[in-house]
T-cell receptor, first 113, second 114 residues
Framework: AQSVAQPEDQVNVAEGNPLTVKCTYS??????LFWYVQYPNRGLQFLLK??????LVKGSYGFEAEFNKSQTSFHLKKPSALVSDSALYFC???????????FGAGTTVTVRA | GAVVSQHPSWVICKSGTSVKIECRSL??????MFWYRQFPKQSLMLMAT?????????EQGVEKDKFLINHASLTLSTLTVTSAHPEDSSFYIC??????????FGQGTRLTVV
């Protein structure tokens, strides 16, 4: 079985401040980890992924995430948040031989001007 | 990147009627597609796995006779909500994947049953 936990329902930061959205996972085998962002009434947009290689992954719109195997975490970070980053963020995991994704509950990010 | 197109973006239908939602992979062949349901400000709930040329695999608790899935080609999967009722109102999202890549999601369909 595989699962994802996003411990924070909401994250609020001021524009220009660092943004962190937490994610921990549980899988049997090597994880494929993903971050997606969703704006109201829209599908999910891909931000970044970890499959193999460097633990620090850089993605779209200035986001990055660090894969930490010992802590089974994959936290999303952005050094300087923008108001336009306000959205719903999902962490997801799957294993290599299965396309089925497991999603976290989602974290609503609000960046205030 | 790969594109998955979902149509319609929104639909309003009368209670008791059926609604079909299409999901197309525009620039790659997808032997497997997924259908999700999402309630407001909640996560995606996997409804079923759509397999090209064979029957869909439904998650526990999802009524297969109510949510008919057809994956007739490598680029098209359809979800038909039969005899829709107000409780079926929701946001439905499809996705498709290629080997060793991220999943690509459709734009979503807002279904309102009145």
């Amino acid at each position: 079985a595989q699962s994802v936990a996003q411990p924070e329902d909401q994250v609020n930061v001021a524009e220009g401040n660092p943004l962190t959205v937490k994610c921990t996972y549980s899988v049997s085998g090597n994880p494929y980890l993903f971050w997606y962002v969703q704006y109201p009434n829209r599908g999910l947009q891909f931000l970044l992924k970890y499959i193999t290689g460097d633990n620090l992954v850089k993605g779209s719109y200035g986001f990055e995430a660090e894969f930490n195997k010992s802590q089974t975490s994959f936290h999303l970070k952005k050094p300087s948040a923008l108001v336009s980053d306000s959205a719903l963020y999902f962490c997801a995991v799957r294993v290599s031989n299965d396309y089925k994704l497991s999603f976290g509950a989602g974290t609503t990010v609000t960046v205030r001007a | 990147g790969a594109v998955v197109s979902q149509h319609p973006s929104w639909v309003i239908c009368k209670s008791g009627t059926s609604v079909k939602i299409e999901c197309r992979s525009l620039d790659f062949q997808a032997t497997t597609m997924f259908w999700y349901r999402q309630f407001p400000k909640q996560s995606l709930m996997l409804m079923a796995t759509s397999n090209e040329g064979s029957k869909a695999t439904y998650e526990q608790g999802v009524e297969k006779d109510k949510f008919l899935i057809n994956h007739a080609s490598l680029t098209l999967s359809t979800l038909t909500v039969t005899s829709a009722h107000p409780e079926d109102s929701s946001f439905y999202i499809c996705s498709a994947s290629r080997i060793n890549t991220e999943a690509f999601f459709g734009q979503g369909t807002r279904l309102t049953v009145v």
